[in-house]
């Protein structure tokens, strides 16, 4: 059961997180139940549906450094629950588009095929598919560990397809789409340094700080670059924009915002855990002393 922890105990952890994961899905329904979704209700529950497949698909690459930063060991035991439920609601994403569709499936399928961005949701919707088939531990052991480790690896293609998935059926305004591609930046950028074995050295504990930086930079480039090429704006006028908070935030500050909190929770985390170890050094020093002596 996803609520019982790897010892077989009941876990209160796993269960919050589990009744969570439905939360989103319940408020969609309820909100389309109420008409308050507007004249396109069915259009309006499938993007709203699709935002919250990438950001569980998110959240579920955001687990691995939240491990790290900020000293939880247990947040690995809901990885496999929050990418499960991507997959689910990248699932309920289509079954919606089909029944906006009438159900006819033949056109379904030449959508798919004709439209790009439609084709590359649906490619990432089968990586997500493939990945909840084989996330059971008799898969696992089935397919043996480095197998299991490279077909997983395959959540970073379907994260960025779907950022990409996102860009393209946003069209003007795609705000929330550059929020998505500076965290997805941030969450790749963290590997590479743990990969290349940097996290551990002289720069440590700077490490989250100048990744916030670079995605918040990355974000607001980004940004000016895309409305350069889409609509002819000068880039200098959309970077200048974003030392204005008027008439809105722009994304750039609110991955910056995100990936600073993290970066600082985990700082006082390993400041409290540093502390904490340093007070209970001088007892187990000080007892072989007490024992030598008599």
């Not at 919707?125 to 560990?145: E, F, P, Y």
């Not at 990355?218 to 008027?246: C, H, Q």
Request: proline share 5%; net charge positive.
């Amino acid at each position: 059961m996803p609520w019982f922890d790897p010892a077989g105990r009941f876990s209160p952890f796993k269960l919050a997180v589990f009744i969570l994961l439905f939360v989103p899905a319940i408020v969609i329904a309820q909100r389309y139940a109420s008409g308050v979704l507007g004249p396109r209700a069915l259009n309006e529950a499938i993007h709203q549906v699709g935002n919250w497949t990438l950001k569980l698909i998110l959240i579920s690459l955001a687990i691995t450094p939240g491990r790290r930063l900020l000293r939880w060991p247990r947040l690995m035991q809901v990885r496999r629950m929050v990418g499960v439920a991507a997959f689910a609601y990248a699932a309920t994403h289509l079954l919606l588009y089909i029944a906006d569709e009438a159900f006819d499936l033949r056109k379904v399928a030449l959508e798919i095929v004709l439209r790009i961005y439609l084709a590359i949701g649906f490619v990432s919707l089968l990586v997500l598919m493939a990945m909840a088939i084989t996330s059971t531990d008799g898969m696992v052991r089935r397919l043996g560990g480095r197998r299991w480790r490279r077909l997983h690896q395959l959540v970073y293609i379907a994260a960025l397809l779907s950022v990409v998935h996102f860009f393209i059926q946003s069209k003007l305004n795609v705000n929330e789409p550059w929020i998505m591609a500076g965290l997805f930046a941030w969450l790749m950028a963290y590997r590479a340094v743990i990969w290349r074995g940097w996290w551990e050295g002289r720069l440590a504990e700077w490490w989250p700080l100048l990744l916030a930086l670079l995605a918040a930079g990355g974000a607001a480039i980004g940004e000016a670059i895309y409305y350069w090429i889409k609509l002819g704006v000068d880039p200098t006028r959309v970077l200048a924009a974003n030392l204005m908070f008027e008439p809105s935030i722009r994304p750039a500050w609110i991955v910056l915002a995100i990936c600073l909190a993290v970066a600082a929770v985990g700082a006082v985390r390993g400041r409290f855990n540093a502390a904490g170890s340093g007070m209970r050094q001088p007892a187990v020093i000080l007892a072989p002393r007490r024992i030598n002596s008599k």
